[in-house]
């Protein structure tokens, strides 16, 4: 049940006991994982020129049916309007992004801090289970009005709460699946060393559940952003960018809203590319042994 | 107990009367029943058996990752918790359990870390460890970048890390190839010999645990008991070379301990098996 | 693409009335259903739009729902919407046109505690200032502009769908209108008497009073269809009369009225509800031309103020004059003079307001 | 992820555990509420705990109390948690639809990309992209565009719009959950159905389909919790009656009089979401038979 | 090249010089290098040879899993793939590869209702092979209820499903413990000496090479080539007995092979080695 913001099950290697041979995986299985995916410039080109054929597509349809710009703008006038305001998009994607990413640190570690607790005393797991499944499925619009109330309308912090809130949920559900997964060789291992419970957490646990850690930050990346935006649309201190949409959108500004937007998209790939490179980092030897 | 043995040279390992019960929810499992057996200090024993018999349960009672319903286990004359404390055991897996985040030097570290050893006599420990099952030149690698067989002598080296005079393996062997299990073979050969220190080996395979063992013990399908102990008298380790495999007494200690192995049983198929 | 808005399918026109016939029209609001819009949901529920041959379907509104886009893109008949927000739009390419400002006075207000020491615009510098942004901040600027406060000065907050923020005192200057936020102040608990706060315990900054008041609620039609569309015209001519008779209704039964929209589906407390639309009608009536009736003074302070005001980005809401397209008083007046045939009253020269009484949670 | 029988027979203690987890919190609440300074504790600026205000924290009872009192003053209301449920039902009928459709959507990139390679890795990065494109600048635009599509007797309603919206947060991860999962057979499975000269499609819905199952299900518990965020948002967006979503914003306004009132819908939410999620277990139960390979290997 | 042994009972396969390289970016794999071989119909041919020689790889040229590099190779006078769309060959892997979500008839049922068997005649003919692996109680069960012996033995069954002359296995028993593994192989025997089929073999394990097989076909490492064939002569399948296995006939071959396996290469530990 609490498996709910879980990403598909694991990496290879946990899942067969005799894969061990290398033919077995040097051919691999086909399929991908996403969460390797944008990596480095593998295979940029097809993605690219997918984007580029759906900009083409986009920008004649506004030519030839001459669409007017407070229906849809044209990718061009984005990106005319993108390049006109650079500034304020900016300072507003500073605004968010820091709010986000501080929703991404304090909630990611208390996640992890969550799941430490929680794989020592199973108990605080199964207490956790109900308020962790309905933090999963409600609705950050239900929670916004009141936190507001309850930390105060002047405050970033709302913000930033509903951002860790939202990361809190995969990171502690990824990790305490990580710390389940040390590997029972490695526990025993370290009992035959007579190894207290720090050592063992510190040198086999803890490691073991890296992987999993980022896999979940990574999940939880580009909610943050989304979170923290939207999180602007009930309030706080005015800047960011969710309430720069919908200030440029109630005033017919399409052109500039989807500038906003552009900025929301780039600040969200931005979060997502360092938490995914940050996975990969963190699991390129487990990935594989 | 303990008491009875302290005037003479402790055993490396005594096992007696041990019966090992697990309960899970209703079901009763019985993986051991009334195993007694000792290992003499610096004796090569194997355990085979089918699977199922019993054989880890017995080498992690040993291990003190378990304990016993009842009977008793003595480790160098010491209750296993105690020998365990002391370290005066390695162990290896099937799977060579390396800590993949660490490097090979990492790796047979480990134990030496737990126990608090000096950084530099750790270091000279760990080259000589690495010479000794020839992997000098792979200190800084990675387990995944190692084969499975180089994975396996690196388990073996971290088993032998803190000189223990007592090896406990199990099927440390299983998940390699037979040419690479041939030359691991011969390495522990080497190796138990040269360290002079006590193994208890469990493996499925007949021939390994006769080229292997001054002794191999047969243990019969669950609930695992000692069926039969046969002696192998093929030479001290030291003498056992890769040539002994095309022996005659060699197939003909394979055929004793085959032969203790399948027992009364018939060899056909028995439809009704499960796990 | 685009099959629906071109409403006037068969209808016969103005005299089709007794045919039975009735024109389709689909007026989009700006909010929620609620007392703002009392006067098309009495139109509705007394029949005075099926009178004049119309079918009206009101489509209310929602966080971000553009009511002049939603026209502009014809998906609706009529908006109603504030001007400045649509004079943005009309700047972006919106072809739309204001052709019955029903809303003469502004209600949005600046409220903050009496004891805060804010009593006009200028105290506002240093202070933390709230505002709903979604076009509705403009007339805050202007005032502080005129009172010499910038931007810069204050503290900006955006501002929830609720008055918590300025209750709790994160907020020392809460935008409110006079007709919801304000009154639900007034419906809560004043923790140092135990009592609903009172008008006393409140200091209100009144845009009107100000002279940086802006032009609200107006209906705008499709400027193209004004044009072209000589049965449009005529349904325009129809829509505003009925809805100024609506309105009519509302100023004399502000209860049934209140309670006409309540019907419609609005969950507001009664006494809350009620509030509303007394305070909407304090809005139109008294009405110094007739209701409806664009004042080209107050029309030319509202543009005046768009084109000067600068916001948070240093933006404003509009660039240059807007077009002459912006605004008609050629249907108003055609159902002024109509109704005034009829009968109606539309200017309720003697107008008075009831007193409401607000209960706690608007209930 | 397993679901052995161990877990099946826990029922009745998990049960107990859920109750303690639910108390807890309560305690803690009130707990917080009567010891905590009314101004939140702040270290530095910022603010660590909340206000223990009235407005800020009602007691428990107060929300409690006011979801047994009628939900306004008027005449014959019904009680208010007759009438939240309303709205969660609602709110999870059009959930039901998103999830749905984006379920249909996401199966179908999944086999795009599954068939074809290069899909795969054109389409992958822009379906991560999608996600990272805020909610409330798309609510507009689907209602607009959806109100322009009319074909005979259908006429595009908002519900709609705001299926479609649910949808949009709901296939991403049935997606990439189907592209794993329909990548998840053993090649020896897949060289076996080669083997027996078998094509895409039949390896597909022999092999590929039920192997994914694991894979999947996880996906759609996700996508139902993405729906049901994703409707609450385009509800409160686009301005739609009826669900949790207005009647969050609705209730939002009388938090100063009334304090307990907000919070009704925010259980709505949570009811809702645990029925969503609810629903999809159903679906894994049915499925049993697909998880085998959970157990096995 | 069919045309040639078109007017003699064609082999049921034959493999001549065969390379198989492999790109991947810029590294290029050579895995077998000019490999011929060929099995004559009903005739049980197993391939030996260390880690990564190529066995897999040979085996999937012949199931027209892969193509050869260069080199031709027909199955039963055929092309691999017509024979492959033929279904002229049953295919088994190591891990026995059963769906788990399929009962045990439903696992052998697959290759038959693939091509659209009628629903009565499946259903005979699973009986049938279910009789034939000694599993009739177990048919509605589900993998994960049987042992591991037990599921190698649906995936026999499944692989004998079209009455194919050729039976192609890659490690069948790899994963089975020794005893499970004799057993497992004294039934093999038995179904090819009933069916009749031709079947090519790949293994690990020298005895089970012998003990099984008409010839031994012996590989070197990568890239893998044919070091020797080793001709069986332990008597016909149906003759072979689980007594053989103690016999010095057997032992003689066991020492032959390991010695065509071993080859020059000598024993002793290769420190470099990688994969
Ligand atoms: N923790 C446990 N709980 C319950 N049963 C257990 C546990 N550990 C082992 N068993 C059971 O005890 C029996 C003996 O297991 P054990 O692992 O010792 O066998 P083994 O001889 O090592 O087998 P193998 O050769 O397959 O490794 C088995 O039936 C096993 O299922
Ligand atoms: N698809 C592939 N791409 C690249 N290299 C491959 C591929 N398949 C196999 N190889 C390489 O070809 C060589 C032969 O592989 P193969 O699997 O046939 O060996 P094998 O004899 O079956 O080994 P094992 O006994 O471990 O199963 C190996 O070096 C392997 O790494
Ligand atoms: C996102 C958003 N938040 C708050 C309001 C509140 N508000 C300000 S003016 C106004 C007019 C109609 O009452 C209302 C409701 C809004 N409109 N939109
Ligand atoms: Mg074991
Ligand atoms: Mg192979």
């Not at chain 1, 960011?240 to 552009?262: C, E, F, I, M």
């Not at chain 2, 699977?51 to 009672?61: H, W």
């Not at chain 4, 029988?5 to 987890?21: I, S």
């Not at chain 4, 014959?76 to 984006?102: D, N």
Request: hydrophobic share 45%.
């Amino acid at each position: 049940m609490s498996g709910i913001v879980r990403d598909p099950p694991a990496a290879p290697g946990s899942r067969t006991r005799a894969g061990t041979r290398p033919s077995a995986r040097t051919r691999g299985v086909a399929g991908i994982d996403p969460g390797r995916l944008p990596g480095t410039g593998r295979s940029l080109a097809a993605p690219l020129l997918l984007g580029v054929a759906a900009l083409l597509l986009w920008q004649g349809a506004v030519w030839l049916l001459e669409i007017e710009p407070f229906i849809v703008p044209g990718p061009l006038a984005i990106a005319g309007a993108f390049l006109e305001n650079l500034r304020n998009v900016l300072d507003a994607a500073a605004v968010t992004g820091a709010n986000a990413a501080i929703g991404l640190v304090v909630g990611g570690l208390l996640g992890v801090a969550a799941a430490v607790a929680s794989a020592a005393a199973p108990v605080l797991d199964r207490l956790a289970a109900p308020m962790v499944v309905a933090l999963s499925v409600i609705p950050i619009v239900a929670l916004a009005p009141v936190l507001y109330t309850m930390y105060g309308a002047d405050q970033q912090a709302t913000r930033q709460i509903v951002a860790g809130i939202a990361v809190f949920i995969p990171v502690y559900v990824n990790s305490l699946r990580g710390f389940r997964q040390a590997a029972p060789v490695h526990r025993d291992l370290m009992r035959s060393y007579a190894a207290g419970t720090w050592q063992i957490t510190r040198s086999v646990t803890l490691p073991s559940a890296v992987p999993y850690m980022f896999t979940g930050l990574r999940i939880a990346s580009s909610l943050a952003v989304v979170s923290a935006l939207i999180a602007e649309y009930f309030g706080g201190p005015v800047g960011g960018l969710g309430k720069s949409v919908t200030s440029a959108a109630s005033s017919s500004n399409y052109t500039l809203a989807w500038a906003y937007v552009v900025g929301a998209v780039l600040l969200g790939l931005l979060f997502y590319a360092v938490t995914a490179g940050l996975e990969k980092y963190f699991s390129r030897h487990t990935a594989r042994a | 107990m303990n008491e009875a043995h302290s005037d003479r040279p402790a055993a490396a390992v005594e096992v007696s009367g041990v019966d090992r019960i697990f309960r899970s929810g209703r079901e009763e499992v019985q993986a051991l029943r009334g195993v007694s057996v000792t290992v003499a200090a610096g004796e090569f024993v194997s355990l085979i058996g089918p699977s199922g018999c019993g054989k880890s349960t017995l080498l992690r009672l040993i291990a003190d990752l378990d304990t016993p319903s009842s009977g008793m286990i003595s480790v160098f004359g010491k209750p296993p918790r105690q020998a365990r404390l002391d370290q005066d055991y390695g162990i290896a897996f099937q799977q060579a359990g390396l800590l993949p985040w660490r490097s090979v030097r990492g790796n047979i570290e480990l134990p030496l870390q737990t126990h608090g050893a000096a950084a530099a006599a750790r270091r000279e420990r760990v080259d000589e460890l690495l010479a000794m099952v020839g992997l000098s030149d792979f200190g800084e690698h990675y387990p995944d970048q190692l084969s499975g067989g180089m994975q396996q002598r690196v388990a073996i080296a971290r088993s032998l890390a803190e000189s223990p005079k007592l090896l406990l393996m199990d099927e440390p062997f299983g998940a390699l190839d037979e040419m690479t299990r041939e030359r691991m073979q011969n390495e522990l050969i080497r190796i138990s010999a040269e360290t002079g220190c006590a193994v208890v080996f469990v493996t499925h395979s007949i021939p390994e645990a006769v080229f292997l063992s001054d002794r191999v013990v047969v243990m019969s399908p669950r609930p695992g008991e000692i069926r039969d102990v046969v002696d192998i008298t093929l030479g001290t380790a030291a003498a056992r070379g890769a040539g002994l495999r095309e022996e005659a007494a060699f197939y003909d200690a394979v055929r004793l301990v085959r032969e203790a192995l399948h027992g009364a049983e018939p060899a056909a198929v028995r439809g009704a098996e499960t796990r | 693409l685009g099959l629906t808005g071109c409403g006037g399918s068969g209808g016969s026109g103005e005299e089709g009335a007794a045919a039975g016939e009735l024109t389709p029209v689909k007026l989009q609001l700006q909010w929620f259903a609620q007392a703002q819009f009392a006067g098309y949901y009495a139109a509705l529920d007394q029949g005075f739009f099926e009178e004049e041959g119309l079918d009206v379907e009101i489509l209310e509104g929602g966080a971000d729902i553009v009511p002049q886009d939603v026209l502009a893109s014809g998906d609706a008949d009529y908006a109603i919407s504030w001007v400045p927000k649509v004079l943005g739009s009309i700047e972006q390419g919106a072809a739309i046109t204001n052709v019955a400002q029903i809303f003469e006075r502004s209600a949005t207000l600046q409220v903050a505690m009496a004891d805060s020491g804010i009593d006009g615009p200028e105290d506002l510098a240093g202070k933390k200032v709230g505002s709903w942004g979604y076009g509705n901040e403009w007339e805050l600027f202007a005032g502080m502009q005129k009172a010499g406060v910038e931007i810069g000065d204050i503290e900006l907050i955006q501002q929830a769908f609720d008055m918590n923020g300025f209750l709790a005192g994160d907020i020392d200057a809460a935008q409110a209108m006079t007709y919801n936020e304000y009154a639900q102040v007034l419906e809560t608990e004043n923790p140092d008497t135990g009592e609903l706060y009172q008008p006393e315990d409140l200091s209100v900054v009144d845009w009107n009073e100000e002279g940086t008041a802006m032009l609200q609620d107006a209906i705008w039609a499709d400027t193209q269809r004004l044009e072209d569309d000589e049965e449009y015209q005529a349904t325009t001519v129809a829509f505003i009369k009925a809805a100024i008779k609506g309105w009519a209704y509302a100023k004399d039964n502000p209860e049934e009225a209140a309670s006409i929209v309540t019907g419609a589906g609005s969950t507001l407390g009664q006494s809350h509800q009620l509030w509303m639309t007394n305070e909407t009608n304090k809005l139109l009536w008294p009405s110094t031309n007739g209701v409806g009736l664009i004042d080209e003074a107050a029309w030319e302070q509202t543009v005046e103020i768009a084109m000067g005001t600068k916001n948070e980005t240093g933006a404003t809401i509009i660039s240059e004059e807007p077009p002459a397209t912006a605004y008609t008083n050629e249907y108003v007046e055609k159902a002024l003079a109509e109704l005034e045939e009829e009968g109606v009253d539309t200017r309720g020269a003697g107008y008075e307001p009831i007193e409401v009484t607000l209960a706690a949670g608007g209930n | 992820m397993r679901m052995g029988g161990r877990q099946e027979r826990m029922r009745p203690a998990r049960l107990l555990w859920g109750l303690g987890g639910v108390l807890i919190p309560v305690l803690v609440w009130e707990l917080y509420k009567a010891l905590g300074p009314a101004e939140g504790v702040s270290v530095g600026g910022i603010p660590l705990l909340p206000r223990t205000t009235d407005l800020a924290m009602p007691h428990t009872w107060t929300m409690l109390a006011r979801l047994f009192a009628p939900e306004s003053s008027a005449a014959g209301a019904v009680p208010m948690w007759a009438a939240v449920l309303q709205a969660a039902g609602f709110t999870l009928a059009i959930a039901g639809a998103g999830w749905l459709l984006g379920t249909v959507v996401g199966l179908g990139l999944a086999m795009l990309m599954q068939r074809f390679r290069s899909a795969n890795s054109a389409v992958l990065p822009w379906i991560i992209l999608s996600q990272t494109v805020p909610l409330i600048a798309i609510a507009p635009l689907v209602r607009r565009w959806g109100s322009q599509l009319e074909f005979g007797p259908f006429v595009w309603e908002n519900w709609m719009s705001v299926a479609v919206i649910a949808a949009y947060l709901a296939f991403f991860p049935v997606a990439v959950g189907a592209l794993r999962g329909f990548g998840a057979p053993e090649k020896a499975h897949v060289d076996l159905m080669h083997t027996y000269a078998l094509g895409w499609w039949q390896t597909f819905l022999r092999l590929r389909l039920p192997a994914s199952v694991p894979y999947l299900l996880p996906a759609l518990r996700l996508a139902a919790a993405s729906a049901v965020v994703g409707t609450v948002v385009a509800e409160v967006s686009i301005g739609l009656r009826g669900g949790i979503g207005r009647m969050i914003v609705e209730f939002a306004a009388a938090a100063g009089g009334d304090p307990g009132k907000p919070w009704a819908p925010i259980f709505g939410a949570v009811v809702l979401g645990l029925a969503a999620v609810g629903c999809v277990a159903l679906i894994g139960v049915l499925l049993r038979r697909y998880r085998r390979g959970e157990q096995a290997v």
